[in-house]
Each structure stands twice: as structure tokens, then as C-alpha cells.
């Protein structure tokens, strides 16, 4: 049974450009959750999907969107990319939206240059 | 704001030492709590998580926590630590019916054989 996948692994984009990061959610999970991880700090919440809907979302601006698939599949988008916006992005499933045991990637690593 | 403190960055312990890790966290209220631990090159993994009942809590691998309603802790501990716990810890915080699942900055523990 596989866990929680992302893709890609690592990534390096310019100033300006837009990202897709992409995440298949561990087997029977139906809420997918994005994180974003500045070195030498914990996650922050982004946004929850659940039922191909954004059911929560974090202090993040517009420029950071995302999607769920009906398989539970999803993607984070993020656009107009910034220097700050190097970061692990984690995604995390779980079979109910309160978390109650989340399973986490291995993340994709952005660099912004 | 809503927020968790990791009161320390890097702890380094020798075999068989105890540990006890803090995670302080702001607002009352109703509170899920969790500890996830990531070992190098690994993903995050759930040790253990609190949301009702005893408010000592068993997880895996020997840690235990223990959450104080009075003082907004869940400290984390384990009698004695072995060179395989080296790792940084995560404390998170859920409030009430929000999913955003907040993480402290995290704790490196090294453990020295």
C-alpha cells in the first residue's frame, strides 16, 4: 500500500513563473491537506481539499491555488513565483478533514532563483 | 493569534538519557493535539495524538505526553532515549472545529552514542 506521493521531488523555477506540484493521497484517503516548510521552521497550513473542494485555507495569498481530482489526486499551483516562495511543500492525507492521523509526503522542494 | 511554541531548537542528550521536549500553545479552548517526529531523510510521522480522555498519552516507540489544559502544554517525553530517536520533533495544535493544524518551529534532537 503505497503512502503519500509527490511529485516532483525537486524543482527550480525563476522569479515570475508558475508552478504545479502534485500529490496522490494514500489509499482510501479522501482529504488532502498542502503545507509549506521555510528552513529551520515547522509547516504551515496552505489549504485543505476535501470532496474537490477548498474547505480551509491558511494565511497564503491568491497567488497559491489548488485542485482535487475525483480520484482524491491534487495539485498545488502557485503563481507569480517569488524569491520567498523556496520552500518544502508537503502534502498530507487523511480519512477525515479534523486529521485526525495525517500521513505526510516526502515533499517537493522549490527553488526560486 | 493561534500559534505553537517549541521552547527548544536543538537538544543533544546521550544514550539513555530522558527527555522531555515543550510545546506550549496559545488559546484555550477545545484542542487536538500531535507530535510528529521526522527522522533524516524521512517523511513526517505521527508519534502520538491527543484529543480526549487521559491526558497522559502513550505513542510509539516509547513516548508518551502529557497535556495540561491549565498551563496550554503537550510536552513530549521518553524515559530514555536511544541513538535512533535523533530526529526533529514537531508539535501541533488543532482548535476546535478548525482543520488548520498549526506545527511549532520544531526541536532537533541529536542523541549521542
Known amino acids: 500500500d503505497a503512502g503519500v506521493t509527490q511529485s516532483p521531488t525537486h524543482l527550480i523555477k525563476t522569479r515570475g513563473q508558475q508552478v504545479t506540484l502534485r500529490c496522490s493521497p494514500k489509499s482510501g484517503h479522501d482529504t488532502v491537506c498542502w503545507y509549506q516548510q521555510a528552513l529551520g521552521q515547522g509547516p504551515q497550513f496552505i489549504f485543505q481539499y476535501y470532496e474537490e473542494e477548498e474547505r480551509q485555507r491558511g494565511n497564503f495569498p491568491d497567488r497559491f491555488s489548488g485542485h482535487q481530482f475525483p480520484n482524491y489526486s491534487s495539485e498545488l499551483n502557485v503563481n507569480a513565483l517569488l524569491l520567498g516562495d523556496s520552500a518544502l511543500y508537503l502534502c498530507a492525507s487523511s480519512l477525515d478533514r479534523m486529521n485526525t492521523e495525517a500521513f505526510f509526503g516526502q515533499g517537493t522542494r522549490l527553488t526560486v532563483v | 493569534a493561534q500559534s505553537v511554541s517549541q521552547h527548544n531548537h536543538h537538544v543533544i542528550l546521550s544514550e539513555a538519557a530522558s527527555l522531555e521536549l515543550g510545546c506550549n500553545y496559545s488559546?484555550?479552548?477545545?484542542?487536538?493535539l500531535f507530535w510528529y517526529v521526522q527522522y533524516p531523510g524521512q517523511h513526517l510521522q505521527l508519534l502520538l495524538k491527543?484529543?480526549?480522555?487521559?491526558?497522559l498519552v502513550k505513542g510509539i516507540k516509547g513516548f508518551e505526553a502529557e497535556f495540561i489544559k491549565s498551563k496550554f502544554s503537550f510536552n513530549l517525553r521518553k524515559p530514555s532515549v536511544q541513538w535512533s530517536d535523533t530526529a526533529e520533533y514537531f508539535c501541533?495544535?488543532?482548535?476546535?472545529?478548525?482543520?488548520?493544524?498549526?506545527f511549532g518551529a520544531g526541536t532537533r534532537l541529536t542523541v549521542k552514542p
Open positions: 488559546y484555550g479552548g477545545t484542542v487536538n
Open positions: 491527543y484529543f480526549s480522555g487521559d491526558p
Open positions: 501541533a495544535v488543532n482548535w476546535g472545529n478548525n482543520n488548520d493544524m498549526r
